[in-house]
């Protein structure tokens, strides 16, 4: 019963978003055509040096404009002339009035005009000639702009960070892993085979599905969630299925193989189904930060196992830390890329939420009730739903940055960033309920049982 309820919120769901992104296209549609300025013909042209303009965010350029051919009948009622920008919240003019003294001489212009970045993004800059009936009329030649992200030390200093503990991690997970349970799993291989398929079948369909929904008009983020569902499982996922009390094994298994099978399955899918997304030509695909990641993974794993091989008493005290720590790098991941993306949050809208909402939730649901069908335990269940629900979103955004230029790079990542943000909280919610039952259950047997340590003196 609870499959086809499922299926039925999910249809309705979708419905709501597609006829909701279709109001919102067609408000904005309809706005953008009403009180637009005219173009009208003028024999007046517009010379900006430079003729493009790359600039950081939060800085202020200098730039040349000159304006030529002005007759009388252009100035006639004194009409009002200035520099303006297309998009305000991205770059402004700062005190863009042209003197229309400076140009009843000989019909010329020349000045120099201060232009401050304020957000990532493109505009145009433009010369508006307004008349005291409101009549306007733009240049026909226009300044690109383009304001970009300046490299911060913050973010390598994150980056470096976060590989270093999650390496540290990794050798606590091997010195963790079960040998016995690992050569069971691998002679009955359901579990990793139901992982595999949710991870490269189910997630890349839902997030194809979802972008279209969410971002029908807005390729570049239909990209931002596409390119994070065809991504490997993250190595959150591992952190969380122990967290969480499931079978970190074949967690471990599962994110070995999405890891490894990430080299074929990735660009499958990109030159096929993303195709119809991504219609720049070809996607030069990462080989090097998969392998990267992957050699990440197994070498601290291996160190582990050299732990638990030769120094047991070692092995078990990275084992009795190892839930503390998982939690705590879990904090500080979540924490930390809150702090160095802070200006990514001017550009969440509610579809951005709900895609990174999402992609991850459906994913756990999806994961957790596939495996329940096949009869699996709930340690594995739970271990399935992790991995299926937990993407590496930091492949995703490699593969944004690296395949689109900027600030489209950095626009994308909005997407995988959201999902980052969204994905911890359902796994936060469900870890404190385990608590909270747990502290129920201990306070409930020592109401029953309140004299059981003084019986056994006795």
Not at 86 to 114: K, Y
Not at 389 to 400: D, E, H, K, R, S
Request: proline content about 6%; glycine content about 6%; charged content about 15%.
């Amino acid at each position: 019963m609870s499959c086809p309820l499922l299926s039925f919120v999910v249809f309705l769901a979708v419905v709501v978003f597609q006829f909701a992104s279709y109001c919102k296209a067609t408000l904005i549609d309809s706005s953008a055509t009403f009180g637009q300025p005219r173009d009208g013909s003028i024999d007046w042209t517009a010379k900006y040096d430079p003729a493009t303009l790359q600039m950081h965010m939060n800085t202020v350029s200098n730039i040349s404009l000159r304006l030529d051919g002005f007759t009388a009948e252009d100035l006639q009622d004194n009409p009002d002339i200035q520099l303006k920008s297309e998009r305000t919240h991205i770059a402004t003019v700062l005190q863009g009035i042209i003197p229309i003294v400076e140009i009843r001489d000989n019909g010329i212009f020349e000045g120099e005009f201060d232009i401050s970045g304020s957000f990532l993004g493109s505009t145009n800059l433009y010369v508006e000639l307004r008349r005291k009936d409101n009549q306007t009329v733009l240049s026909n030649e226009k300044l690109p702009i383009t304001v970009i992200r300046e490299e911060r030390v913050i973010d390598t200093v994150f980056t470096i960070s976060v590989a270093t503990l999650v390496s540290i991690l990794y050798i606590n997970f091997g010195a963790a892993m079960d040998i016995p349970t690992l050569k069971i799993i691998a002679r009955r291989p359901i579990g990793p085979i139901i992982g595999f398929l949710a991870q490269f079948l189910f997630m890349p369909l839902l997030s194809y599905g979802l972008g279209h929904v969410l971002f029908p008009n807005d390729y570049e983020l239909q990209l931002g969630l596409f390119f994070t569902g065809v991504s490997p499982a993250g190595g959150a996922s591992n952190i969380w299925t122990v967290v969480l009390g499931g079978n970190l094994n074949l967690s471990l298994a599962m994110t070995t193989i999405s890891t490894f099978a990430a080299f074929g399955m990735m660009p499958l899918w990109i030159f096929t189904l993303g195709k119809t997304i991504f219609d720049k030509g070809e996607l030069n695909v990462p080989y090097a930060n998969i392998a990267s990641f992957a050699v990440g993974l197994v070498v601290p794993l291996g160190i582990g196992l050299l732990i638990q091989r030769y120094s047991p008493r070692t092995a078990r005290i990275l084992v009795r830390i190892l839930k503390p720590m998982s939690a705590l790098l879990i904090l500080f991941i979540v924490i930390f890329a809150i702090i160095t993306n802070l200006y990514l949050f001017e550009l969440f809208s509610w579809q951005i939420i709900v895609a990174g909402l999402g992609l991850p939730w459906i994913g756990y649901i999806f994961g957790y009730i596939v495996s329940k069908v096949f009869r699996l335990p709930t340690t594995d269940a739970l271990a399935i739903s992790v991995e299926t629900g937990i993407q590496n979103t930091g492949i995703a955004i490699f593969l944004l940055r690296f395949s689109l230029p900027q600030p489209e790079a950095d626009l994308t990542t909005v997407v995988p960033v959201s999902n980052a943000i969204m994905t911890p909280f359902p796994l936060m919610a469900l870890y404190l309920a385990m608590k909270i039952r747990e502290s129920r259950s201990a306070h409930s047997r020592s109401r029953s049982f309140p004299d059981v340590p003084y019986a056994r003196m006795h």
